[in-house]
């Protein structure tokens, strides 16, 4: 025989569950970036960029590898994560980077990096990140290297530090954070 406590508990729980579905659903999750950096291979800073942008926080976390070396499903970005730096490479982008600096005097564009602790910014590179014989980052999945963590989704990938400081690449757009 149920008493009138227990059915009025059993009328709530769907409401409790409810609101603490709603709980997690915060308005948090964007972040304004001030300006765009440019690095060189070695991670030294070689312009600085003023913008303003707002850009998500980042994906969901997704299953949790650890991969130095992957590539995205299509076999279009390729990304390393090593000596405390993540680096992508893009083969084939629908967007331009900005100008290349005076004092690059190798590739530019193609790569976007971020350490542990700084800011994200392209890369003066003579080399690639993308190797094809890379094991791939699935879509959901994430690599986390040291502290790293790179994020496969199907609209591109993310690579960011735990200050939050990262990159978005994709085919048809990039972000720096």
């Known amino acids: 025989m149920e008493t009138d406590r227990f059915r009025a508990v059993k009328r709530a729980l769907p409401l409790a569950f409810a609101l603490l579905a709603l709980a997690g ?11 765009t950096r440019t690095v060189t291979a070695t991670g030294s800073a070689i312009a600085t960029t003023p913008s303003t942008t707002t850009t998500p926080a980042g994906p969901a976390p997704g299953e949790t590898v650890r991969l130095e070396s992957f590539r995205s499903p299509t076999g279009n970005i390729g990304c390393q994560l090593a000596g405390g ?3 992508c490479d893009i083969e084939r982008r629908d967007w331009s980077p900005p100008p290349k600096p005076g ?15 700084g800011e994200a910014g392209f890369v003066c590179a003579g ?5 094809p014989t890379a094991r791939v980052l699935r879509y959901g999945q994430d690599s986390q290297v040291g502290r790293l963590r790179c994020a496969s989704r199907e609209d591109g990938i993310t690579c960011r530090n735990p200050a939050g400081h990262g990159f978005f ?9």
């Not at 659903?25 to 300006?35: F, K, P």
């Not at 080399?127 to 190797?131: G, K, S, V």
């Not at 690449?169 to 954070?177: K, T």
């Open 169 to 177: 690449m994709a085919r048809d757009r990039y972000r720096l954070f």
């Open 103 to 117: 004092d690059c005097g190798l590739d530019w564009g193609q790569g976007i990096s971020v350490d542990e602790e």
């Open 127 to 131: 080399d690639t990140a993308r190797d």
């Open 85 to 87: 730096a993540a680096r």
């Open 25 to 35: 659903c915060g308005s948090d999750d964007e972040r304004t970036v001030t300006e």
